[in-house]
Nanobody
Framework: QVQLVESGGGSVRPGGSLTLSCTASGVPHRTYAMAWFRQVSSKRREWVASVSWSGNSKDYANSVKGRFTISRDGAKITLQMNDLTPEDTAVYYC???????????????WGRGTQVTVAL
């Protein structure tokens, strides 16, 4: 059974920082990419960042580039989020799949999400 478990969400003031973590287990591929997406209410799920199996290839959405850092250690990834703004408020989801990509439909495996709220 595949499980992706996120942790680290919470509430923070604008300009603050949070670190999200996600640990995968049971993924039926020897190597796989992982990514973070986020979603606000009924809006479409938005890609935030992704990382290759080796951790050497990382990509970021323009909206978070320079503020967020994705890192990987095997089946665990983290997302260090700095200089947060209210526009970063969302449920953040961890995803995994053999190739990955920028679209949600490119991922078969998902966590349940963790809420991040940025407000005064």
């Amino acid at each position: 059974q595949v499980q992706l478990v996120e942790s680290g969400g919470g509430s923070v003031r604008p300009g603050g920082s949070l670190t999200l973590s996600c640990t995968a287990s049971g993924v039926p591929h020897r190597t796989y990419a992982m990514a973070w997406f986020r979603q606000v209410s009924s809006k479409r799920r938005e890609w935030v960042a992704s990382v290759s199996w080796s951790g050497n290839s990382k990509d970021y959405a323009n909206s978070v580039k320079g503020r967020f850092t994705i890192s990987r250690d095997g089946a665990k990834i983290t997302l260090q989020m700095n200089d947060l703004t209210p526009e970063d408020t969302a449920v953040y989801y961890c995803a995994a799949d053999i190739k990955g990509g920028l679209r949600p439909d490119q991922y078969d495996y998902w966590g349940r999400g963790t809420q991040v709220t940025v407000a005064l």
